[in-house]
């Protein structure tokens, strides 16, 4: 099976709570049980995950279906799919 491109966790963004300063690791292909972040479920794969660093303490979008162009926020990709 080719990983060309990421499992579609979801056709929505993901809205999560971070800290200022605080790193957090976007999981880029999909397979992971605990979207929008990484649980380590990319290995043996060509997938990795992105770090995401929080410049304020809030709530972010993270992309849900892996085919944002600004990973890994939501540019609103998955209207599209």
Known sequence: MSESLPIIAQKTPIKTAV???KSY???S???SAKQPL???SHKGGTFRPL???AEKTGDVYFCGCKRT???PLCDGTHKAL
């Open 19 to 21: 800290e200022e300063g």
């Open 25 to 27: 690791w976007w999981c």
């Open 29 to 31: 292909c999909g397979k």
């Open 38 to 40: 990484c649980d380590g």
């Open 51 to 53: 770090e995401y660093k």
């Open 69 to 71: 162009s600004k990973s």
